[in-house]
Structures are given as structure tokens and as C-alpha cells.
């Protein structure tokens, strides 16, 4: 199973950015996915999660301002980034907990840079 995440990139503070990230490989179904991200020197913390029931949750302190959504046909979810602030400047990593054999699986995506400019 592989995870690619796309849609990173250099904004200015208020800008929007959205990213997406697609699994593929043997997939059986798919329970929750969602995105982290990692500051320089910081640990990874989640950003936002969408269930397989489409129930999402998200860190305070994106809440008002990213969106996470879910494509179940195209086992893709997206983050819709709006009202960015410099603050937000991380590498973006996806995640999903991947069904297989009858057994859940832990996957990452390689991550894509978010550089949010002041």
C-alpha cells in the first residue's frame, strides 16, 4: 500500500492551499485517514482526521480554517487550507489505517512542505 500526497507548496499568510493524498495497493477498505505535520524541531501532531463514517476532528488551532474530506471511490482524502497563517509551515504528512486480510495497517505518506510566507 502507498500513500501520495500532493498540493504542498509557498503561500503568503491568508492565502489557501489544499492537498490531497491517494492510497493504492492492496486495499480491502480503508477506516480513518488523516493529516499530521511536523515543524523543524518539533514533534508531528495531527492536524485533522476523517472517520470511515465521514465524522471528522480537528486541532484547535486549525479549527475555522482547514477542512479534511474524504473521496471513498477514489480512496483519496484532501485538506482544504484557508486563512494560513506562518504559523502552519510544516511538512504535511497523510495517514491511514488500511484493511487488509482481515487485519488493520498503518501507513504514511512522504510528506509534502507547506511554507506559508508573512
Known amino acids: 500500500v502507498q500513500l501520495q500526497a500532493s498540493g504542498g507548496g509557498l503561500v503568503q499568510a491568508g492565502g489557501s492551499l489544499r492537498l490531497s493524498c491517494s492510497a493504492s495497493?492492496?486495499?480491502?477498505?480503508?477506516?480513518?485517514m488523516g493529516w499530521y505535520r511536523q515543524a523543524p524541531g518539533k514533534q508531528r501532531d495531527r492536524v485533522a482526521l476523517?472517520?470511515?463514517?465521514?465524522?471528522?476532528n480537528y486541532a484547535d488551532t486549525v479549527k475555522g480554517r482547514f477542512t479534511i474530506s474524504r473521496d471513498y471511490a477514489k480512496n483519496t482524502v484532501y485538506l482544504q487550507m484557508n486563512s494560513l497563517k506562518p504559523e502552519d509551515t510544516a511538512v504535511y504528512y497523510c495517514?491511514?489505517?488500511?484493511?487488509?486480510?482481515?487485519?488493520?495497517?498503518?501507513?504514511w505518506g512522504q510528506g509534502t512542505q507547506v511554507t506559508i510566507s508573512s
Open positions: 495517514h491511514a489505517h488500511v484493511v487488509f486480510n482481515g487485519r488493520e495497517y498503518s501507513y
Open positions: 495497493g492492496s486495499i480491502f477498505g480503508i477506516n480513518d
Open positions: 476523517i472517520t470511515s463514517g465521514g465524522s471528522t
